[in-house]
């Protein structure tokens, strides 16, 4: 459900002039931020982690930055719709590697899920007989797909390893922020912004949080419980 705004949060701030890259940065600073304030106040001991678990946590923060910019580039070039049905490619591409790094077993029921998906999405989104066709576009989403199952699959190897899920998050999304920035032009995301504080920064809160801060911390509360595949 969360998730699902994604789209709602760019076609409200794309008229304002931002590029897919810079509600990237967006989302990453803001959780990052949130984020950080959060373990500070209620948690502290999740800043003790060893060299092994950053260098984790890191490549999933880098797989979110490739999921979001990749996604959002998507429908900058294409269509909401061809973007989200590009995307959730990523659960073939997560039993894929679940089957084949994680021991996790691939049976019948999960390969008429992963079918009945992929024909929900195209049904529900409308991509059937509406779907404006680029290859730029097509490309993007097939990358969010890939960046998106990347970062199932080191998440579920930091809840493997009893890693803290807050600490995951966390690191996460304070090294997405930190990537995203340099490739955004944050001092126009701030020209941009003071023209209009009051309609604009409601909406970049509401892209970190809603988008990413509660969504991510959800997904890897889930994964500690249940399979990526499954999840």
């Known amino acids: 459900v969360l998730w699902g705004t994604s789209g709602i949060f760019f076609n409200l701030l794309k008229p304002f002039g931002f590029s897919p890259l810079q509600m990237t940065a967006m989302r990453g600073v803001v959780s990052g931020i949130v ?24 490549c999933s923060g880098g797989s979110v930055f490739g999921t979001a910019s990749c996604y959002y580039a998507a429908i900058d070039a294409s269509s909401v719709s061809t973007a989200v049905i590009l995307m959730y490619t990523a659960p073939v591409f997560v039993m894929a590697y679940s089957v084949a790094f994680l021991g996790e077993k691939l049976n019948l029921p999960k390969i008429v899920a992963v ?25 993007l989403g097939l990358a969010s797909g890939l960046a998106y199952s990347a970062y199932n699959i080191f998440t579920k190897i930091e809840m493997m390893h009893k890693s803290s899920s807050l600490s995951a998050t966390l690191y996460c999304f304070m090294v997405m922020g930190a990537v995203s920035l340099m490739f955004s032009n944050p001092s126009q995301i701030v020209e941009i912004t003071s023209k209009n504080p009051q309609g604009i920064l ?8 809603c988008t990413c ?18 999840a």
Not at 117 to 136: F, N, W
């Open 115 to 139: 079918i009945l998906m992929i024909i929900g999405c195209a049904l529900v989104s409308g991509i059937i007989g509406g779907m404006k066709m680029s290859i730029l576009g097509v490309a």
């Open 35 to 58: 984020m950080f304030l959060y373990a500070l106040i209620c948690n502290r001991a999740v800043f003790k982690i060893s060299l092994k678990e950053f260098i984790t946590f890191a």
């Open 213 to 230: 801060v509660l969504p991510y911390m959800f997904y890897t509360l889930a994964l500690k419980d249940i399979p990526a595949g499954t």
């Open 202 to 209: 409601p909406l970049i809160i509401g892209i970190g949080v």
